[in-house]
């Protein structure tokens, strides 16, 4: 076989191997993945909880959800499959991570690994941390002033 033939059947497998790998989704990127996706796999781990809204990580491999009741759903991409955890107020310690939209978490059980997560925004990380310390609380729609003879 000549140069020239082994040359452009080297190209051609190289060019194969490339379009498999892209086409079979191995070559994700965070903006195949969604809210929508996120909701799904969550509720397939947890089906009796009500997801309120979801944040998910800048790079797209974790996302936070907050639940019904207070707690916090968390779902982590872990190669190709995902990991869903449920995480009560006070099961875990929250910092957050200096110069970055991100907070550092430690989970109190020795069983799971904690790790840096990084937000779109410093909003998105606050609203977390939020939701992790169990300090999200909904607004009350009546708000009653002070009894009458009282200063507000």
């Not at 939701?131 to 009546?142: D, E, Q, T, Y």
Request: glycine share 14%; proline share 3%; net charge negative.
């Amino acid at each position: 076989m000549s140069l020239g033939a082994l040359i452009v059947v080297v190209a051609f497998g190289v060019m194969l191997v490339v379009g498999v790998v892209h086409y079979t989704g191995s070559a994700r990127r965070k903006d195949s993945r969604d809210h929508g996706e996120v909701i799904l796999e969550f509720a397939r781990a947890y089906p009796g909880e009500a997801i309120r809204s979801v944040v998910m990580t800048g790079d797209g491999v974790g996302s936070f959800l907050r639940l019904a009741g207070g707690k916090t759903g968390f779902l982590q991409l872990m190669g190709r499959h995902y990991v869903a955890r449920l995480i009560e107020p006070g099961d875990v310690s929250v910092e957050a991570i200096e110069g970055r939209p991100g907070l550092s978490i430690k989970f109190h059980d020795s069983s799971l690994r904690g790790g840096d997560y990084v937000f779109d925004s410093a909003e998105d990380a606050a609203e977390v941390s939020l939701w992790l310390c169990g300090g999200f609380s909904s607004a009350n729609a009546v708000l009653e002033g002070p009894d009458e003879g009282q200063n507000a």
